[in-house]
């Protein structure tokens, strides 16, 4: 594989500086020895730093493959998250400073989180959300989505956040697997200069979800004069944010939680048509997201911390709120797009708020790469001292360009591995130890440990092979929202003999310094701009399209956002294919799932290649999307079919 190869020749080592480590939180390899001797202990340790109502009798109950983290105690994540640093230095600490795409501004402190939080819970409750209720989330990045999220925190109701960007289609499956009680929205959100049209997409998906009974809308457009083109409010089911929460007092008794309650669900793609919705817990989850957020960012007191991912991926969830502000950090919150109005948004924010950490994905990193070095030159980005990358694999050149022109030679880079299903951070350095090299998110966090194995469970101390990782951590997901059997299937039976391993779906190589090289998915979801897509979805939304009969989607590499989608499709009988049809489906598939999932090709063709015992043979669909030369072919039903398409594909617009 070329990928495995251009990996191999990258041999540039970068070790922190000294400045770096001297004040470091961590700047030796003790802990990693500590935690590998008794990683009970550092989780138990970690926990301790968090504020329990009672402690947990045990630490961990493992019966692979289910997990229970501290057993016994009680928590409340919107207290760890708030009340305990308002009572001491941090009350006039900003929390969150907030910029709105227009450029409008609010900085909230802690005491102002801590207020509108424990109104809008009482709002929630009053409206007869309960402990165990799960509540919708579809909202733009404004603080309410934060407020929104620690209010069921506090009351022990369950958040599902669905990212801003799905279809109502997409809103209305999720709000149904859950079935969600109240959906909190907003008339709008501002991207690109144009408006999202949340609620308008709300009341779509609502016309087929009867578990909701009431829906909280933002007032995101007052300048506008609270346009109600954007938010007919149905009365008895439709509240304004502002009028139920108006008299609603500032203090709201905290639900005493169990450690394994459920704090939140949170759905991603997998394998088949329908989303997974991931189930994480209070305590565990917590313990992760605070701990490795101190550990991974350095975070210190007077940092100013931003991720830049959307509220609605999991990311978004463990660094931009549960982690940072378990911590007490002070988080920057950006509504809009990266090149809004100029090219330089980011960099001027990070001027502005005097940045110090800065987390953001491969796929940004790489569109600012293209748009040129002037936009980051303009601005003084000399606060920054650490930065991030989550979501993808990143390649040696982007990391190179990050570490130069927007860390300026002098920060160190932490290229965090981890997914929806892990909670926090897994494989990342240390910035104050490990000597990082670019492509690799180097070795497992203290407390983590992984493998690299082949199909029979056999360890791959160097090369290629499968990830797994072989002993649970307090923040991995405990199930699949009301399908646990899934769970077991998805995450703990690619090695039969050893169902005590966890397996995330990636592949990955591992060099002679034990560090790890993600290589990337190994199962049909891809990985869009750092989002994760099923193929299934993207299949399944097409065929009902009524001029589908048939279609296969496979990724092709891309060189901004890593992966895209590239579909082949045959058609009833009577429909003919045309360059209408071909965006008709693409918009179709946007209305479906979301602009994210749009294909980038669509290849429409007679037949497709298929086995003798008809299955779709996708590995050779990708060689044609990919431009290469064919794998084996001799176990195809029709060799004829594949060449035509290649011929056809290489012809295409
Ligand atoms: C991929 C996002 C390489 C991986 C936090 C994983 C990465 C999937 C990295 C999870 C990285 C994430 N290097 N690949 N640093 N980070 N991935 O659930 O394939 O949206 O399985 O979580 O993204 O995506 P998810």
């Not at 300048?223 to 500032?250: T, Y």
């Not at 459920?262 to 793609?269: D, E, G, K, P, R």
């Not at 769970?487 to 050893?498: D, I, L």
Request: aromatic share 10%; proline share 5%; hydrophobic share 40%.
């Amino acid at each position: 594989m070329s990928e495995i190869d251009a990996l191999l020749q990258e041999n540039r080592k970068f070790a922190p500086s000294r400045e770096f480590r001297r004040e470091a939180l961590v700047s030796d390899d003790s802990l990693y020895k500590s935690a590998a001797a008794d990683p009970e202990a550092f989780w138990e340790k970690q926990a301790g730093e968090l504020q329990w109502f009672e402690k947990w009798k045990s630490v961990c109950d493992w019966k692979a493959p289910h997990v229970k983290w501290f057993e016994g105690g009680t928590l409340n994540a919107s207290v760890n998250c708030l009340d305990r640093h308002v009572t001491g230095a941090r009350r006039n600490k900003a929390a969150l400073i907030w910029e709105g795409e227009p450029g409008d501004r609010r900085t909230l402190t802690y005491w102002d989180l801590y207020v509108e939080t424990q109104k809008f819970a009482n709002a929630l409750t009053k409206l007869g959300v309960k402990r165990g209720d799960r509540v919708a989330i579809y909202m733009p990045m404004i603080p309410e989505t934060a407020i929104a999220m620690l209010a069921c925190a506090r009351i022990g109701a369950i958040h599902s956040v669905v990212f801003g960007g799905f279809s109502p289609e997409s809103l209305r499956d999720r709000i149904e697997d859950a079935k969600a009680k109240v959906l909190i929205t907003a008339d709008g959100g501002y991207r690109r200069g144009t408006i999202v049209p949340l609620k308008r997409n709300a009341d779509k998906a609502l016309e087929g979800c009867p578990s909701i009974e009431h829906v909280v809308v933002v007032q995101r457009r007052p300048a506008a004069g609270g346009d109600e083109a954007f938010a007919e409010m149905r009365a008895g089911r439709d509240h304004w944010w502002h009028d139920v929460i108006r008299n609603e007092p500032a203090k709201c008794e905290p639900a005493k939680m169990k450690a394994e309650d459920v704090l939140y669900i949170l759905y991603t793609s997998g394998t088949t048509g329908k989303p997974k919705g991931i189930v994480h817990t209070t305590g565990g989850y917590l313990t992760g997201a605070a701990a490795t957020t101190k550990l991974v960012f350095d975070l210190k007191e007077d940092d100013v911390f931003w991720c830049t991912a959307d509220v609605g991926w999991v990311t978004g969830h463990s660094y931009l709120v549960y982690g940072p502000l378990a911590n007490g950090a002070t988080c920057v919150m950006y509504e809009g797009a990266p090149d809004w109005p100029e090219k330089d948004r980011f960099w001027s924010i990070c001027e502005r708020y005097g940045v110090t950490i800065l987390y953001t994905a491969p796929t940004a990193i790489r569109a600012f790469m293209k748009w040129g070095d002037q936009w980051p030159a303009k601005h003084d980005l000399s606060q920054l001292r650490l930065l991030g990358s989550v979501g993808e694999p990143i390649n040696p050149e982007a990391w190179i360009w990050y570490q130069q022109k927007i860390g300026g030679g002098r920060c160190p880079i932490v290229d965090t591995w981890w997914q929806t299903e892990t909670g926090a951070i897994v494989i990342s350095p240390l910035p104050g130890v490990t000597e990082t090299k670019p492509g690799s998110a180097t070795m497992p966090l203290p407390g983590f440990s992984a493998a690299l194995l082949d199909a029979n469970a056999k360890e791959i101390k160097v090369g290629g092979g499968l990830l797994a990782l072989t002993r649970p951590w307090p923040s991995i997901a405990r199930t699949i929202w009301g399908d646990d059997a899934r769970y077991v299937q998805t995450y703990f039976s690619k090695w039969p003999n050893r169902p005590d391993l966890y397996f995330p779906g990636d592949g990955a190589k591992r060099d002679e310094d034990g560090y790890y090289w993600i290589l990337g998915r190994v199962d049909d979801v891809l990985n869009v701009a750092g989002h994760r897509i099923g193929t299934m979805e993207v299949e399944s939304a097409l065929v009902e399209h009524p001029a589908v009969a048939e279609a296969a989607v496979v990724g092709k590499s891309h060189e901004l956002k890593g992966q895209a989608l590239a579909a082949f499709v045959t058609l009833r009988e009577g429909f003919q294919h045309s360059s209408d049809l071909r965006d008709e489906l693409r918009d179709f598939v946007g209305e479906k799932i979301g602009a994210i999932a749009k294909p980038d090709d669509i290849l429409f063709s007679a037949d497709l290649p298929k086995t003798r015992s008809g299955k779709i043979m996708r590995r050779l669909l990708r060689d044609i999307a990919e431009g290469r030369a064919m794998g084996d072919t001799s176990t195809l039903a029709d060799p004829n079919v594949v060449a035509a398409l290649k011929e056809q594909y290489e012809g295409k617009e």
